[in-house]
C-alpha cells in the first residue's frame, strides 16, 4: 500500500534560517504529492502540490521538487519567519482517491 | 467560494450514545473524502464520495461508522454506540473542481467521549 515517512520532529529554528523537511513515499502508481500545513488551531491549509516527476511546487517562500529517482517530496525554505510555526504535513494521493498523509512535523521559529 | 465548513465544531458526548456529523464541501466539488487525526498523528482515510456513490471505505471504519451523501452534495458521518477510541478530530476534505487530485479540507469536528 501507499506510504508517506517524514522527518521526525520537533523542529526548532530560529528566524531567518534555512528549513529543509524530509518526506519519503512509497506508493503504486503515480501519485501527486502535497504538503499541507495547519497552523495553531485552525484546518489543514494546502501549500503546495506537484502532480509529475520533477515538477516543483512553490507558495509562500516555500518549494518541494517530486523526485521520482528517489521517492522524496522534500520541503524547504530559506528564510523562515516566526508566523511559520505550525505543522507540516506530507502527503500523497493517487487517481483523485484518498490522500495518505505522513504524521507531520512540528515547526518552531524564534525570534 | 465559502471553503468547506464542518458542523458542530465540537462534541463531546457519553460512552454508548450515537453521534452525527455534517460536512458541507465546496459547490462545485463532486469529491468528498472523511478522514480521521488523533494527536500527534496525521489524518488517516476514512472513506470518500464521487457525487452521491461511497467509492471507497477504509478498514478502520467499523461497522459502528456510516457515512451518506443523499443528493450528492453534503455529507453526514454517523457513529453509533461510541467508544473512549473514537475522541478524534474528524475532517471533511473536497475535491474535483479543478480536474487534480487536490483536496481541499474543513475546519474539522473535535470529538470526545467521556
Known amino acids: 500500500g501507499n506510504s508517506v515517512t517524514q522527518m521526525e520532529g520537533p523542529v526548532t529554528l530560529s528566524e531567518e534560517a534555512f528549513l529543509t523537511i524530509n518526506c519519503t513515499y512509497t506508493?503504486?502508481?503515480?501519485?501527486?504529492l502535497f504538503w499541507y500545513v495547519q497552523y495553531p488551531g485552525e484546518g489543514l491549509q494546502l501549500l503546495l502540490k506537484?502532480?509529475?516527476?520533477?515538477d516543483k511546487g512553490s507558495n509562500k517562500g516555500f518549494e518541494a521538487t517530486y523526485r521520482k529517482e528517489t521517492t522524496s517530496f522534500h520541503l524547504e525554505k530559506g528564510s523562515v519567519q516566526v508566523s511559520d510555526s505550525a505543522v507540516y504535513f506530507c502527503?500523497?494521493?493517487?487517481?483523485?482517491?484518498?490522500?495518505?498523509f505522513g504524521d507531520g512535523t512540528t515547526l518552531t521559529v524564534k525570534p | 467560494d465559502t471553503g468547506v465548513s464542518q458542523d458542530p465544531r465540537h462534541k463531546i458526548t457519553k460512552r454508548g450514545q450515537n453521534v452525527t456529523f455534517r460536512c458541507d464541501p465546496i459547490?462545485?466539488?463532486?469529491?468528498l473524502y472523511w478522514y480521521r487525526q488523533t494527536l500527534g498523528q496525521g489524518p488517516e482515510f476514512l472513506t470518500y464520495?464521487?457525487?452521491?456513490?461511497?467509492?471507497?471505505k477504509s478498514r478502520l471504519l467499523s461497522d459502528r461508522f456510516s457515512a451518506e451523501r443523499p443528493k450528492g452534495s453534503f455529507s453526514t458521518l454517523e457513529i453509533q454506540r461510541t467508544e473512549q477510541g473514537d475522541s478524534a478530530m474528524y475532517l471533511c476534505?473536497?475535491?474535483?473542481?479543478?480536474?487534480?487530485?487536490?483536496?481541499?479540507f474543513g475546519p474539522g469536528t473535535r470529538l470526545t467521549v467521556l
Open positions: 459547490s462545485e466539488h463532486n469529491r
Open positions: 506508493a503504486t502508481g503515480y501519485p501527486s
Open positions: 502527503a500523497l494521493s493517487t487517481n483523485a482517491g484518498k490522500s495518505t
Open positions: 476534505a473536497s475535491g474535483g473542481g479543478d480536474g487534480t487530485d487536490t483536496q481541499y
Open positions: 464520495f464521487q457525487n452521491e456513490a461511497q467509492l471507497e
Open positions: 506537484a502532480t509529475k516527476a520533477d
